[in-house]
């Protein structure tokens, strides 16, 4: 058998093209329908059919039948499991449209994929299994169409063959689909019942069901009406790159995400305010009268102004927002959980920021759409947050701009993508509070003292001596004429953070809160010395990043915990030992050890008194104590 594509009646470049999602739970049929609309509309080349016949035969689950899922579950793990994991992308073209159709993974685990090819589409196709009816995955995946701008979605009924094509399954299940969808804000709902198997109402109208009267698949993506492109909307051009090949030319490298510019046209840095005009738009083929959203360009200006990376450029008079705090919908994608506090990298768009999730207001329900009160956000939870970054972001809300109001959490560390946000709007705390200058700086004040500012930074488990060697660091220091200020975690728990507890989330708020405090210490001139447990790297380089990398020194007070739990000297690892603290660092919850501190105190080698000396040569070395 040969298959070839249809003859197109219009050039493929002259059509508009649909992007689509197909997503659900496991085993609905996605990859299988993806297929079957491939095939059907003899998308499918003669040598392509033959290896899916092959295949179908080796990893096939549809008996002697071709399994079309074959086509799309292009990985070998996939194929062996029966299971998408990947998002696959597959385009294809008929005589009225082009299409770009993303096959989403069902699985829970893989939330982050489906996520992502969502982000893209134009309308989703929620399969359902007529046997199973709305599942929670269906209203997970439902919703997060529905966060991510979807407006338009088919229910697709797959399976109705295997029960006998029951119109009142079918109705059954659209009401259903209805009633949760209500509130999604979607715009249309067109429900399908169809056997992807079979190909029953998927590109030809199926002969069993001649109950329904509706449009089949393929007709209904032909003929729906979704504005397409981003041409129309405001101008944002994020600048990706500065070009500078010589002393004479200077170029703005990037792609524009949405709107049109031309030659001429006065512009504007988002962030800073400043205008120019354009005074040059330049591609590899020669220069550009105008260009719009999707071109990839160079954009030189008349004007020397401080342009970098991350920069917007728009129109004077539709200025994007610019704030350092906003409020959004986040979807945590990692098995470590989002607390609030913990800093993370932030890329929006071309922008990368560090910020951190400040408060989460609530999390969603996705089987009810209830809001319900969360200290942090689990795997696939999905939680209407306020945010904050170290530096203004420029940005849309989601609604009005995909690409300028969507943002990515990335861990600082493993630099895995773990969260994903849509910005709703700006906090106006931003625009009313400013930084205000000062007449007096830390220099000023540390010059008054004759030292130079630092925070003192002591890391270790329960018992390791922290505290004790941080004291006598102190006393030598004071004896020394040197001004200094011990915070100890203990004696901060009776005052500042009286009100935390031993939670993940009040653990990070504890140090966030701390690292605040010895900022501002220093910043009077002050030579801080801090002992915390701290047992997290991320909530250690936060105050780092905060205080400065020159001025931070940690000191790893490095003591076995054989040796802490044989010393115990606050009874701590009895009560552990007899159950009455859970969540222990160091028994049942993780201490991350520093991997390169300033100061390394081992002290089954060496005495108390030697490790305080140690730390007060090596502040001497650097020339702290005679500023």
Known sequence: ????????????????????????????????????????????????????????????????????????????????????????????????????????????????????????????????????GVMVQT????????????????LAVNK????????????????????????????????????????????????????YDGPCLLEHLESIDIPSGTAGQAFRFPVQWVNRPNPDFRGYAGTVASGRISAGDEIVVAASGRTTRIKRIVTHDGDLVGAE?????????????????????SRPDDRPKVADQFAAYVIWMDNEPLAPGRNYVLRIGSQTIIGSITAIRHRIDVNTCEHLAAGMLSLNEIGFCDVATAMPAVFDPYELNRKTGSFIFIDRY???TVGAGMIAFPLRRDTNIVRQALSVDRRE???????????????????????????????????????????????????????LGFSETDRVENIRRVGEVAKLMADSGLIVICSFISPS?????RVRGLVGKDEFIEVFVDTPIEEC???????????????????????????????TPEIHLRTMEQTLEHSAEAVVDVLMARSILNG
């Not at 209203?139 to 088919?154: K, Q």
């Not at 004007?303 to 990376?309: A, F, Q, T």
């Not at 922290?466 to 901060?492: E, F, P, W, Y």
Request: hydrophobic share 40%; charged share 25%.
């Open 537 to 541: 790297r991320a909530e250690r380089d």
């Open 293 to 313: 959203a999707g071109d990839a360009v160079t954009i030189t200006l008349e004007d020397e102004i401080d342009i970098g990376r991350g920069d917007i450029l």
């Open 414 to 416: 493993t630099n895995r």
């Open 445 to 499: 004040r540390a010059a008054l003292k004759n030292q130079k500012p630092c925070v003192i930074w002591f890391t270790g488990l329960s018992g390791a001596g922290k505290t004790t060697i941080a004291n006598l660091v102190d006393q030598k220091l004071c004896g020394m004429s040197r001004h200094t200020m011990l915070l100890d975690g203990d004696n901060l728990r009776h005052g500042l953070n009286a009100d």
């Open 1 to 132: 058998m040969f298959v070839k594509p249809a003859t197109e009646a219009v050039p493929a470049r002259t059509k508009d093209q649909l992007r689509f999602i197909t997503c659900g739970s496991v085993d609905d049929g996605k990859s299988t329908l993806i297929g079957r609309l491939l095939h059907d509309s003899k998308m499918i080349y003669h040598d392509q059919l033959t290896v899916l016949e092959r295949d179908s035969i080796k990893h096939g689950s549809a008996g002697n039948d071709i399994d079309f899922a074959l086509l799309v579950d292009g990985l070998e793990a996939e194929r062996e499991q029966g299971i998408t994991i990947d998002v696959a992308y597959r385009f294809f073209t008929t005589p009225r449209r082009s299409f770009m159709v993303a096959d989403a993974p069902g699985h829970e685990q893989y939330t982050r994929n489906m996520a992502t090819g969502a982000s893209h589409a134009q309308l989703a196709i929620i399969l359902i299994d007529a046997r199973k």
């Open 160 to 211: 109705i063959d295997l029960v006998a094509y029951n119109k009142e399954c079918f109705d059954r299940i659209a009401l259903d689909y209805l009633a949760f969808a209500a509130g999604l804000g979607f715009t249309s709902i067109v429900p399908v019942p169809i056997s992807a198997r079979y190909g029953d109402n998927v590109v030809d109208r199926s002969a069993h069901a001649n109950w």
């Open 139 to 154: 209203r997970r995946h439902s919703f997060i169409c529905s966060l991510l701008g979807i407006r338009h979605v088919v």
């Open 565 to 595: 739990a044989r010393r115990d000297p606050k009874g701590l690892y009895s009560k552990v030992k007899s159950g009455q603290i859970k969540n222990f660092t160091g028994i049942d919850s993780c201490y991350e050890a520093p991997t």
